[in-house]
């Protein structure tokens, strides 16, 4: 078996080499054909073009007849879900064309809420990582009950996509927006929490720490719709805790 893994996974990664269409790349870790790294770049149209995402790969011993275990490197401003964080140790078995895919923004774990037999011996390493890409093309808010992210998306999109595309700059190698590349600067710390400087400073202002009032304001969600007197007296209530 380990032999006939070796040969599939070899074949693999020099296919791979040998496609320039797909702009998909496979190499090895430390030489270890079965620890490898995958990378893509972000699909067009997205927050997420122009940046390059890498994937932790781990080939397990059945393999191709277990599914490969993966884990963004790159860190990607995306929904998060935590169904796979303990049973998959931060890892999930991939197939393609999941129903419910999630991506965690903190850890890179990849949540899939499929049956572990939806994976194929016939799915390449190449053909999952295609897949992996193309979770980032529309988000899907699992539970926005229990994902901060989900919450941010479905509050305010166009600050999630603002957000995502900072994350994109700042972890994923993509090109600044020509207006902020104007300005010499890069996002700010609110930028990159999904928050604006003025829901930033109306509390600050007040003397609470700039730190604390971005983690308070993620937590609650204030952004979009959410900013109204009431939340803003939660903030006030969590601020002076």
């Known amino acids: 078996m380990s032999d006939a893994r070796l040969r599939r996974v070899q074949k693999e990664i020099k296919d791979c080499a040998k496609d320039k269409t797909s702009q998909i790349s496979i190499e090895m870790i430390d030489e270890s054909p079965f620890h490898l790294i995958g990378a893509f770049p972000g699909?067009?149209?997205?927050?997420?073009?122009?940046?390059y995402y890498e994937v932790d790969i781990q080939i397990?011993?059945?393999?191709?007849?277990?599914?490969?275990?993966?884990?963004?490197?790159?860190?990607v401003y995306r929904m998060s879900c935590q169904l796979f964080a303990v049973k998959s140790n931060n890892?999930?078995?991939?197939?393609?064309?999941?129903?419910?895919?999630?991506?965690s923004s903190a850890s890179g774990a990849i949540c899939l809420d499929i049956l572990k037999d939806a994976w194929s011996p016939v799915l390449t390493l190449k053909s999952t990582l295609i897949s992996l890409q193309s979770l980032l093309c529309d988000p899907v808010p699992n539970d926005p009950q229990d994902a901060e992210v989900a919450k941010h998306y479905l509050a305010d999109r166009e600050s999630f996509n603002a957000t995502a595309?900072?994350?994109a700059q700042a972890y994923a190698q993509a090109p600044a927006h020509k207006s902020k590349a104007a300005l010499g600067g890069h996002a700010t710390d609110a930028e990159m929490a999904g928050l604006t400087e003025d829901n930033v400073a109306s509390?600050?202002?007040?003397?609470?720490?700039?730190?604390?009032?971005?983690?308070?304001?993620?937590?609650?969600?204030?952004?979009?719709?959410?900013?109204?007197?009431?939340?803003?007296?939660?903030?006030l209530e969590e601020l002076l805790k």
Do not use: C
Not at 43 to 51: C, H, I, L, S
Not at 60 to 75: E, L, S
């Open 43 to 51: 699909p067009p149209d997205t927050p997420y073009e122009g940046g």
């Open 91 to 103: 890892y999930a078995d991939l197939a393609a064309f999941p129903e419910d895919p999630n991506i």
């Open 165 to 167: 595309r900072h994350w």
């Open 203 to 235: 509390f600050t202002d007040m003397g609470f720490p700039r730190p604390q009032v971005i983690a308070i304001l993620k937590k609650l969600n204030y952004r979009g719709n959410n900013v109204n007197p009431t939340s803003y007296n939660s903030v």
């Open 60 to 75: 397990p011993d059945a393999y191709p007849f277990q599914p490969v275990k993966m884990k963004f490197i790159t860190k």
